[in-house]
């Protein structure tokens, strides 16, 4: 990974996972692991978002939850889904209320299995997101500017 | 009567690490009345146990919750070998004491960190989850997990620790207890927590008996009740009491789990000290045939496990009554008359679990 | 030392007396839970005091109603929603009905059905 030239900031949203993830992506932002060294800062509002971190497969009801806080981020952005019930929907698979992953709904960039998913993984996946975040980035910006030749 | 309006909150939330929603009826600042929707996480994983093999549903029980799993595990497997019949190993029953006390520290540390977090006291809540950390490297080293490690199975456990390693889960206890000691005086010894939650939330203990809290939130209000006396696993040769508090305030909830890790602190030594040599595990022949409830104590309160069996592989129904599902018909009773500002952290103090409430 | 853990069958006309009684004594509410069988469904209420528990059992028929016990236990209406909308059994007044729209889920009463 090259140099940053940005400092993401990151949104994370529990879809229906069981909390494991969740904590373990929290954890990622504390002093063992501390994700913020990339100068990515945790952030609640999806308008200020560049990345979405998203736990847990999709339900009848945090469906519309999931398609709202994509709309509301700034594009470009990128989603990672985290753990494997994100991934695929994972042991929870045939439960009755489970659609399937993530990707189901919204269009997935990174995918880190695991279930939890370790903290090592995570910060990985985010580094990826990171680089697919910068070609996004690029493409976008010339997307802009023929645009605004046209 | 001034005018009344209706502001939504959640489900995504900086203060909630899980979705909940509530429509707080508001009268200018001071909340009224509150109405609860959940539901964003369920998945109903009570019903896949039609279909899954008894035994193996221990790795969906776990997945429950990710903060207490090795207690649900447990809980669901102690239900199962008292329909069975089957009396687990002591050494066996001194693990899971061990593994389940560990949780509990981890869970109120990290109930600790997100209270400071939601009170703008980033510092703390790096501290706290910088301690944190030190559990889960046990739970690392002893099951090769750190939040899920399925190590719970009907008729004892899967792992075993070497006297090396029961050691060592000793010697991290004593070190965080030292580390303990600073975090826990900022929490009561400070004077913007002590504004900030003292006198916030007030619970009655006729209350909170009648609106069925549990937990440390029902000690809180001085009711010295603990589900662990009732002496499962190893808890019958453990020396401890319930941990109460009398005010019922947010503070008092605070306080109530903060002395509630050192319990569980000595609880562990106590633990290491008595534990039998011995095997781990019993094998487990056939198939269980009638229903039991079991109760046990979660970090966050009770919670009960119906298991009802038929004689087949397949379990007929698994209930599973978290405690955060009795605590929040009382946290909307303390909702009202409260400040708007202060709705995120009045609801962080009964450490809702929601993905257990909903599973 | 031995806590009571019972389960004990009641009949409907006798159901309501007991739990106001319940009240009256001081229990309160640990979990209800709701069960499927052939032709209708087991309730079960627990009550709790100190470390007792004692639950009662009630069966109910596919199309019979039951009253709601959030009138004397009004901390049960999350549990009474969940069985009534899980399941399918029909509870009348409720306090705070969701009208089976608590977990809002795509599939109708998935309890209901076995398998």
Known sequence: MAKLAKSPWLLHYDASSCNGCDIEVLDCTTPRYDIERFGIINTGDPFQADILLITGGINNQCESVVRQLYSQMPDPKVVVAVGICACT?????DCYNIKGGVDTVIPVDVYVPGCAARPQAIIDGVVKALEILEQKREAYSEKQEQKGRA | MAKQSIVPFGPQHPVLPEPIHLDLVLEDEVVVKAVPSIGFVHRGLEKLVETKDYKDYVYIAERVCGICSF???????????????IEIPRRAAYLRTIWVEMSRVHSHLLWLGLLADAMGFESLFMQCWRLREKILDMFDATTGGRIIFSV??????????????LLKIVDTVNEMEKELRPIAEAFLRDLSVGTRLHG?????????RLMGAVGPMLRASGVAYDTRLLGYAAYNDLDFEPITAAEGDSFARCEVRIHEIYQSFSLIRQAVEKIPEGPICVPVKGNPNGEHFMRIEQPRGEAIYYVKANGTKFVER????????????????????CQLADV????????PCISCTER | MEHLNTIEPITMAEFMPA???????????VQICANRVPDGYEMSYSFGKDYDMRTLRLTVGENETISSITQVYPGAFLQENEAAELFGVKIESIDKDYHDKLYRIARETPFKQKG
């Open chain 2, 344 to 351: 995120p952290l009045l609801i962080l103090t009964i450490d």
């Open chain 2, 71 to 85: 207690g649900h595990g447990m809980g669901y497997c102690q239900c199962l070998e008292k329909i069975m019949n």
């Open chain 1, 89 to 93: 929907g994972g042991v929870f698979k």
């Open chain 2, 200 to 208: 916030l939330g007030i619970l009655k203990p006729d209350q909170a």
């Open chain 3, 19 to 29: 739990v106001i009684r319940f009240k009256m004594d001081g229990w309160r509410v």
């Open chain 2, 152 to 165: 719970n199975c009907v008729g004892g456990v899967l792992k075993d620790m070497d006297t090396g390693m």
């Open chain 2, 318 to 337: 698994f209930r599973l009554r978290t405690p955060t599902t009795n605590n929040i018909p009382p946290m909307l009773d303390m909702l009202k008359g």
